[in-house]
């Protein structure tokens, strides 16, 4: 049994697992389900979390990040969703906010499937570039060419839009 208490673990951790949801999903309702599940999915399997291969952050996102996998998959939005490529994550419509400033949600709209996983990851989830490599499998070094090159776009298109502009 790990030493953290599972209560514990859960506040701490919930504003990163919504963060991450908020920063995929076109949905509110759907990041408050989500991040519903991801916490009930972790009290099921609490008794086999092994604190010495993942920290609760990265154990508790991994589980996140399935379930957006599951979800995409379920709404038919996404055929092709896997670890190794996910080009079928479609970008954010014009939505309802979910608690981001209008410009940073116009920005990852326009980020590719992978760069917006990664973002989301990175800064809703708070995860080091180390954590995100050993959660998708990616390399550390192509993690940090990915969120250089996006929060470049992303800065870019914020820069270019004019004050006060709508989505």
Do not use: K
Not at 52 to 69: D, E, F, G, M
Request: proline share 6%; glycine share 10%; net charge negative.
């Amino acid at each position: 049994m790990p030493a953290q208490n599972f209560t514990q673990v859960c506040h701490g951790q919930l504003d990163r697992v919504y963060g991450f949801f908020a920063y995929t999903l076109s949905s509110g309702a759907d990041a408050e389900d989500l991040t519903q599940q991801t916490f009930e999915r972790a009290m099921r399997a609490w008794g086999r979390y092994d604190g010495s291969r993942a920290s609760p952050s990265t154990w508790l996102l991994a589980i996140a990040r399935n379930l957006l996998i599951d979800h995409l998959r379920a709404a038919g939005a996404a055929q092709t969703l896997g670890d190794e490529d996910l080009e079928g994550m479609p970008a954010p419509p014009d939505r309802p906010s979910l608690g981001l400033d209008p410009d940073l949600e116009r920005a990852l709209a326009q980020l590719a499937p992978r760069e917006r996983e990664v973002i989301a990851l990175r800064f809703g989830g708070d995860l080091t570039g180390g954590e995100i490599a050993e959660l998708t499998g990616l390399s550390t070094a192509n993690v940090q060419q990915i969120l250089s090159r996006s929060l470049r776009r992303m800065r870019a298109g914020i820069d270019s839009q004019p004050v006060g502009a709508a989505p």
